[in-house]
């Protein structure tokens, strides 16, 4: 899922200025389950707000609202009144989420609560870890189903470099190496001959290198006409 | 384990492939010094100048770093271009971390057609460790695929997108480095012996100063019959204090420094250990980085004659870098000078 975190509530009030009202936009999916942007920290955020400009002598009107998805119109629609009313709307949203804001309502300026940070997972309690990068045309049956291109600091295909130590990257000691992950992966299924075939350049016209992508399903597309 | 090596497709000219002094030294059977020139963090080209005037003679090829540790320097081209004016040969250090495949191919063109005949092809360090951390990365290509591509630019005159090119082409000694101590080691070997079918004719690797595991990682090699396929050029530096090797075994990964060697810089620097840092006088300090400096290159000198006694190892890459003035007292220490010189061979008619 997409992982993204909380902006500081300084740069989201600089990002808010002097709007009256404003309404914090939740989303109910990748943002709730990092804790990020849900209904609780729309909640949160609102009240954080109200606070700081209360403090500051202000009385905006800051409300919140969560919508299911807010990558999807029809979702969107359901809080299109609200969305209206508002001067601001704060997304809590990853940036497809704001973006899909500005697309559906023309007339609505709308400012990012967050910083979409990657997509991954939990790896336990409170901790989130970056595993795809999106990139197109995926490799995971070549590694052992560990991602170079996501995990590894210099999207290497045919690690690890010289910089591998004690099972980190050379980067970070608290970053786990991509490569000794895929080596000892491969290594434990008795496949490690996978390791000895130079993988040619990869082809990054998938990834986000070859302009920005869309996919067209016609399949899809024309079920949707019959309907 | 190891696949064929395509050694046969290459095509060779005058019984050579590029033609540098390093690979004529390597094929005659010589062992072969390599040295190291960082190029300034200016436009100054006189830098370039007395540092080649330190090595040559010392050495049969330098390398010319290409933004060592990912900070901005000369280019390694460009750079290399005065080595060359100067009469020394340069090996050009390429990384895969600043340039696309079109930027890479595009410079080597016009290194080979500026007089470089040796190239050393490197996945280089992550930027964060240099002086532009915010910049972005490429790494288009790794190193392994590096070689492949330059090797194909020089015996089948195609670009890497397979395009055929007419005209001259880049005739590199291709390089690469390998990092016997890195993890995982049991795989070590292995990579290298990925770079040598992707085409690398020369191999220098990290700095040695554990013999024994180097000797270790030989045996794996000669196992694999890398040796015999390609010239491998074991890394050395001088030390200049206890502290820079201690900094070495805790710090730098892959470089394995044994306790003796520690103790031995140590020893060196005895005579004032026994003195708190206030009550060392500038000269003491003087005296005691001489000191250990000595004994830095005394060490290095010692490593060489072990290192080569080793089978498969068919030079060294000394590794000075800010400290080129220590290259001339280790190659003399270890035998190594003069260099041979060697005759144009006669063209076939
Ligand atoms: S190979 Fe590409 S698609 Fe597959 S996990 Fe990695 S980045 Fe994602
Ligand atoms: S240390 Fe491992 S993860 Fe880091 S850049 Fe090298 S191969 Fe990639």
Redesign the interface.
């Known amino acids: 899922m997409i992982i993204a975190e909380q902006k500081s509530l300084d740069e989201i009030k600089t990002l808010i200025g002097n709007s009256e009202k404003v309404l914090v936009l939740g989303c109910g999916t990748c943002v709730t389950v990092c804790f990020a942007g849900g209904e609780r920290e729309a909640a949160i955020m609102a009240s954080s707000l109200r606070m700081a400009t209360k403090l500051e002598g202000k009385s905006n009107a800051i409300t919140d609202i969560t919508v299911q998805r807010q990558c999807e119109w029809e979702y969107l629609d359901q809080v299109a009144e609200q969305i209206g009313e508002a001067d601001v709307v704060l997304s809590l949203g990853c940036g497809i989420g704001v973006q899909a804001i500005a697309e559906h309502f023309p007339n609505t300026w709308v400012v990012p609560g967050l910083n979409t940070s990657f997509l991954g997972l939990p790896s336990e309690q409170g901790v989130w870890e970056e595993r795809c990068a999106a990139c197109g045309d995926c490799i995971l049956g070549l590694t052992g189903g560990i991602c170079p291109i996501a995990r590894c600091s210099k999207t290497l295909l045919n690690g690890p470099c010289g910089g591998s130590e004690d099972g980190h990257c050379e980067i970070d000691p608290e970053i786990p190496c991509a490569w000794q992950l895929i080596y000892d992966r491969l290594s434990s299924m008795d496949k490690l001959d996978v390791l000895l075939d130079l993988q040619p350049p990869k082809n990054w016209k998938t990834s986000r290198d070859g302009g920005p992508r869309k996919i067209v399903r016609e399949d899809l597309r024309l079920l949707e006409e019959e309907e | ?3 064929e090596i395509k050694s046969e497709s290459k095509e060779l000219t005058n019984g050579y492939l590029s033609g540098s002094n390093l690979e004529k030294i390597l094929r005659g059977g010589h062992f072969a010094v390599t040295g190291e020139l960082g190029p300034p963090q200016s436009a100054d080209g006189e830098v370039i100048r007395e540092k080649a005037a330190l090595l040559k003679g010392y050495c049969d090829a330098v390398n010319i770093t290409d933004n060592q540790t990912a900070i901005v320097r000369m280019s390694s081209i460009g750079a290399g271009t005065i080595v060359v004016q100067e009469g020394l040969e340069p090996v050009i250090q390429m990384t ?2 600043d340039r696309n ?1 079109l930027a890479i191919q595009s410079d080597l063109l016009g290194a080979y057609a500026l007089g470089m005949r040796n190239l050393l092809c490197l ?4 930027q ?2 240099g002086n532009h951390p915010e910049s972005k ?1 490429v ?7 590096l070689v ?2 330059v090797a194909n630019m020089r015996d089948e005159c195609i670009f ?1 997108c397979g395009d055929a090119f007419k005209g001259i082409e880049p005739r590199f000694f291709i390089g690469a ?3 016997p101590f ?3 080691i049991d ?1 070590r070997p ?2 290298l ?2 770079k040598v ?2 085409g690398a004719d020369f191999i220098q690797t ?1 700095l040695v100063y554990d013999v024994d595991a180097f000797a270790q990682y030989m045996e794996k090699v000669r196992e694999l019959g890398l040796h015999e396929k390609t010239f491998i050029l074991a890394g050395v530096g001088p030390l200049k204090s206890p502290g820079m090797a201690r900094y070495m075994k805790n710090n730098v ?2 470089i394995l420094v044994p306790d003796e060697i520690i103790k031995e810089m140590n020893a060196a620097g005895a005579p004032w250990a026994g003195k708190k840092k206030e009550e060392l006088t500038k000269e003491d300090k003087k005296a005691r980085s001489a000191a250990w400096k000595e004994t830095g290159i005394n060490i290095c000198i010692d490593l060489i004659q072990k290192l080569r006694a080793i089978e498969g190892v068919a030079g060294v890459h000394i590794m000075a870098i800010e400290w080129e003035r220590a290259v001339k007292p280790i190659v003399e220490g270890a035998g190594l000078y003069p260099r041979p010189q060697i005759e144009e061979t006669v063209s076939e008619a």
């Open positions: 384990m190891v696949t895969c971390r495949r996945t280089g360090d992550h964060s460790f990365n790494f288009d290509m790794d190193s392994v695929q492949q591509a890497q480095a390998a990092a890195a993890d995982p795989f292995y990579r012996a990925k079918n992707a990290q990964p892959g």
